[in-house]
Nanobody
Framework: VRMVESGGELVQPGGSLRLSCAVS????????MGWFRQAPGKEREFVAA????????QYADTVKGRFTISGDAVTNTVYLQMDSLKLEDTAIYYC?????????????????WGQGTQVTVSS
């Protein structure tokens, strides 16, 4: 299975972006899908997760109310809608898939990773 992120770019504070994670070879519904991010000099941190099949979702406190994770089974793509972006949202964003049957905020629980897409929030 492959996961390929896209959609990262330079955006001004207060702006919006939608990241995409195209999943190939298997339907994303078999996974718990997550988004993580890594800023320069920092550890990779949890952003959001959802059941590939079901309605449960979880968000980091730092993005709750601003970011939304969703999926489209027809295109086998998972999205991260990011609104009200802040300078501190600047990072490389990664999508990941977990075969565990629970939502996890731990990157060690995710077995499949994309290559990442750069999001830069700057004026």
């Amino acid at each position: 299975v492959r996961m390929v992120e896209s959609g990262g770019e330079l955006v001004q504070p207060g702006g919006s972006l939608r990241l995409s994670c195209a999943v190939s070879d298997r339907p994303f519904s078999v996974y718990v899908m997550g988004w993580f991010r890594q800023a320069p000099g920092k550890e990779r941190e949890f952003v959001a997760a959802m059941f590939g099949r079901g309605t449960g979702k979880q968000y980091a406190d730092t993005v709750k109310g601003r970011f939304t994770i969703s999926g489209d089974a027809v295109t086998n793509t998972v999205y991260l809608q990011m609104d009200s972006l802040k300078l501190e949202d600047t990072a490389i964003y990664y999508c990941a898939g977990s075969t565990f049957a629970f939502l996890s905020t731990s990157r060690g629980d995710y077995q499949v990773w994309g290559q990442g897409t750069q999001v830069t929030v700057s004026s």
